[in-house]
């Protein structure tokens, strides 16, 4: 079993910059896929960005060129700098791992596939 535990959200103004980390309690296997979700009330959750094993990445189109995931296996972590936040970003953001996983056409895999999900950390964007 892991078990993912987010953290870095809080409060910031629009056009400022949070970095979020999730950190696993065991490295995964050497075929990954590490995504970040994101949910507000009354939305369904979505995508934001994945990044596998490999390096691939893809994102959201709503954050592309704002965000950036990243992974330091050495620390067993992932990131997502956020930039130019804007108060659309405003959610609870959940960290997810999925084992035995590759970008599949430039995506990752279904949110409903993943193995493990950490317990959100909460992002706030004011005007």
């Known amino acids: 079993q892991v078990q993912l535990v987010e953290s870095g959200g809080g409060s910031v103004q629009a056009g400022g910059s949070l970095r979020l980390s999730c950190t696993a309690s065991r490295y995964t296997d050497s075929n990954h896929c590490m995504g970040w979700f994101r949910q507000s009330p009354g939305k369904e959750r979505e995508e934001v960005a994945v990044?596998?094993?490999?390096?691939?990445?893809s994102y959201a189109e709503s954050v592309k060129g704002r965000f950036a995931i990243s992974e330091d296996n050495a620390k067993n972590t992932l990131y997502l700098q956020m930039n130019s936040l804007k108060p659309e970003d405003t959610a609870m953001y959940y960290c997810a791992a999925r084992l035995r996983c590759r970008l599949y056409r430039g995506a990752g895999p279904h949110p409903r596939t993943y193995d493990y999900w950490g317990q959100g950390t909460q992002v706030t964007v004011s005007s």
């Open positions: 990044i596998d094993s490999g390096g691939s990445t």
